[in-house]
DNA sequence: TATAATTATCTCGAATTCGAGATAAAGGAT
DNA sequence: ATCCTTTATCTCGAATTCGAGATAATTATA
C-alpha cells in the first residue's frame, strides 16, 4: 500500500496541526484557569455553574452532555458547588430518578461579579487574533471538530 | 469603566472561540487516543517515546518541558514505560544529578510500527480541513497561542 | 575551602476524571 | 399485574496529573 506524495504532504501538515491546536489550548486554557482559580472555582466547576446560571436548572444527566462529563464525574463536581452552597439538588416530582442541580443566590450572585470580569479576560486573552480572523478561525475549527466527531 | 459596544462583541466572539477551540480538541483528541490506546499506550506515553525515538535521548527534565508536564508527572510515566520495556534509564556520566531517558530497541520496534500508521489516523481525523485550510488555521493558532502564552 | 544557591529527580498526598457496576424508578410488552 | 428494558444517579476503585517537599549532586560565592 503506497502512500502518495500529497498524503505524506498532507500527513505533515496534519501532524503539525494535532500539535499547533494542542499548544495553543493549553496556553489558552492555562491563562482562564488562573483567571477562575481566583474565584475559588476550577474550569469544570465554572463551567456547570456558568450552564445553570444561563440556562437555568438541569437534570444532572443533561449537565454531563453539555460540559462532555462522564456521569460520574457531573456527581463529584455538584457534590463541590453543593459544599460551597453555590447550588441546591432538587428532587424532580414528577420523576423520581431525576434530580435537578439549581443555583442558588449565592450562586447567582457569584455569577453575576465574576461572569463579566470572565469575559473580558478571555477577549484579552484571545487578543492575538482580530474580529475577523476570529470568525474564520471558529469556522474552520467547527468543520474541524464536527468531521472529526463523526468518523 | 464602560466597555464599548465593539467590545462586547468582541467578548462573546472571543468566548465563542474558547468553546469552539476546547469543542474542536476534544473531538480530535478522543479519536487520537482511540488510535493510540490500540497500541497499549495512552497519549501521554506515546509523546514521550515519540519524543525520544525522533530526537534520541533526552534528561528526563527535558522530556517534561516538551511534553509540558510536571516533573512529577514524568517520572509517573517514564516508570511506566520503563516497566513496559519501552525505554530505558541511563545515568549521565558527568552529571550525577541527570537520569537519560533511552529509548529502547524494544520501544524502537513499536514505534517503527505504529507510528506511520498514528501519522495516517491523524489525517484522517483532519480530514475537515483541506491543505491549504490546515496551513491557515496552523499560522492562526500559532499567533493565538503565543499570545496568550506571553500575557 | 566552607557555605549558599541552584538543579535534577523522586516521593507523597490531594484533586480530578473515568468506567464498571449498584440501586432505584419509569415505561413498555405480554 | 408481572417481567424486561431503559433511564438517572450514585458508589467505588483505578488512572493520571499536580504541587510541595525531600534528597542529592553541582555550581557559585564569600
New interface residues.
Given amino acids: 500500500m503506497e502512500?502518495p506524495e500529497?498524503?505524506t504532504?498532507?500527513?505533515n501538515?496534519?501532524?503539525?496541526?494535532?500539535v499547533?491546536?494542542?499548544?495553543?489550548?493549553?496556553?489558552?486554557?492555562?491563562?482562564?484557569m488562573q483567571d477562575i482559580k481566583g474565584h475559588g472555582l476550577n474550569l469544570t466547576e465554572f463551567a456547570v455553574l456558568e450552564l445553570l446560571y444561563h440556562k437555568g436548572d438541569q437534570p444532572i444527566q443533561k449537565i454531563g452532555e453539555k460540559v462532555?462529563l462522564a456521569s460520574s464525574s457531573i456527581t463529584y463536581v455538584v457534590d463541590k458547588l453543593e459544599k460551597k452552597g453555590y447550588l441546591a439538588r432538587i428532587a424532580c416530582p414528577n420523576d423520581r430518578r431525576v434530580t435537578f442541580a439549581s443555583i442558588t443566590t449565592i450562586g447567582i450572585n457569584l455569577m453575576d461579579e465574576i461572569f463579566p470580569k470572565h469575559?473580558?479576560a478571555?477577549?484579552?486573552?484571545?487578543?492575538?487574533?482580530n474580529?475577523e480572523?476570529?470568525?474564520?478561525?471558529?469556522e474552520?475549527?467547527?468543520?474541524?471538530?464536527?468531521?472529526?466527531?463523526n468518523?
Avoid at 501538515?13 to 494535532?18: D, G
Fill in positions: 502512500t500529497f498524503c504532504e498532507d500527513g501538515l496534519s501532524l503539525k496541526l494535532f499547533v491546536l494542542t499548544r495553543a489550548l493549553q496556553s489558552v486554557e492555562e491563562k482562564v462532555l469575559k473580558e478571555i477577549r484579552q486573552i484571545m487578543g492575538g487574533l474580529m480572523e476570529k470568525q474564520f478561525v471558529i474552520e475549527l467547527k468543520k474541524l471538530g464536527y468531521y472529526a466527531k468518523l
